[in-house]
């Protein structure tokens, strides 16, 4: 079974820089793509960032321009660079892989905070 490791979840004043890392351990299908999204509290669960193996990226409007995804495809790493961040980007943050074949597999969420 596929694991998740996700990392950089923390406290942060606003305005603050915050980065999300989110190891995939081996699998027996490749990576297709790499995202996080996030779940506030009362809210569902909503995209933040995705990238595809290629390299094309995808963002949830209230984080363009603040945010960047990128990844290492040796590996299996995705990243979320959080700048200007705001109270309102609080929540806990998924990362989420998605394979040429099978299910897709989820990490069990790391907590960002912003205090205003």
């Known amino acids: 079974q596929v694991q998740l490791v996700e990392s950089g979840g923390d406290l942060v004043q606003a305005g603050g820089s915050l980065r999300l890392s989110c190891a995939a351990s081996?699998?027996?299908?490749?990576?297709?793509?790499m995202g996080w999204y996030r779940q506030a509290p009362g809210k569902e669960r909503e995209l933040v960032a995705r990238?595809?193996?290629?390299?094309?990226?995808n963002y949830g409007d209230s984080v363009k321009g603040r945010f960047t995804i990128s990844r290492d495809n040796a590996k299996n790493t995705v990243y979320l660079q959080m700048n200007s961040l705001k109270p309102e980007d609080t929540g806990v943050y998924y990362c989420?892989?998605?394979?040429?074949?099978?299910?897709?597999?989820w990490g069990q969420g790391t907590q960002v905070t912003v205090s205003s």
């Open positions: 081996a699998s027996t299908f490749s990576i297709n793509a």
């Open positions: 989420n892989v998605v394979y040429w074949r099978g299910l897709p597999s």
């Open positions: 990238i595809t193996s290629a390299g094309a990226t």
